[in-house]
């Protein structure tokens, strides 16, 4: 399985994760994750999981079917995790592992460059095309690998999912599988597994990801990454919906 609780799994998101802005959230997590599974906290994660599926009930059944558009709730919570930087920095500070990020966690400049040092800053209205440029190639991964129908609230949790995680990622989880055999009842303990960076479970990763279940089963965008840094303050927390 391809999933980081199957195995020692190395992973580079093709774009950028649950860092948050020092003005918004109260810490940082690094742009490209490597994902890994060592089993000592296996115990722990297992409980986490169940609980997951637990509380997954849908809350927005009146959700209209997504339209294969980027709905306003994906961007939303992106743009509140990630939060704006108009000049490029390395978002892992001094510690190795580091991506050189611009705008709302962009990797890769309007030419199609890797952001770097030399990147020149952007406005935020700059930022703001090049988060759509990439959330739009998110939605196209999402699209083109589900299966089945999705709400509007679920294809804005996974667009979100994917544009932190990668299309790879999404291609070869265990939560695209569930989803495809519309079991999607199981989306928010599939979700609850990739919050590791190279090989240490984060709490910030935890909250994207509850933020990013909250939202598959209809809670509204803000809320839902309200509660995530408001409820989760350990790896064991895992709110109901």
Known sequence: MADPIAGNVQVAPRTSSA??????WPERV????????????????????????KTAKPINTASPLWNGCVPTAATAVVKRIEGFFSAPYDDNGSLPGGTWTIGYGTIVDAKGKPVSPSTPPITEAAAEQLLRRDMEGAARDVKLRVKV?????????????????????LGKST???????????????????????????LVGLLRRRWAEAAIFVGLDATSACVRAWKEIDSLDDWPSF
Do not use: F, H
Request: aromatic fraction near 6%; glycine fraction near 6%; include cysteine.
């Open 19 to 24: 860092r948050a802005s020092k003005s918004v």
């Open 30 to 53: 690094p742009t490209r994750i490597a994902l890994t599974w060592g089993g000592s906290n296996s115990t722990s994660l297992e409980m986490s999981m169940a609980t997951a599926k």
């Open 149 to 169: 129908p999705l709400l509007e609230c679920e294809a804005a949790a996974l667009i979100s999912w994917t544009y932190n995680l990668g299309s790879g990622n």
């Open 175 to 201: 939560m695209l599988t569930r989803i495809n055999a519309d079991q999607k009842a199981d989306v928010p303990s599939e979700m609850r597994k990739w919050i590791n960076q190279e090989g240490k479970q």
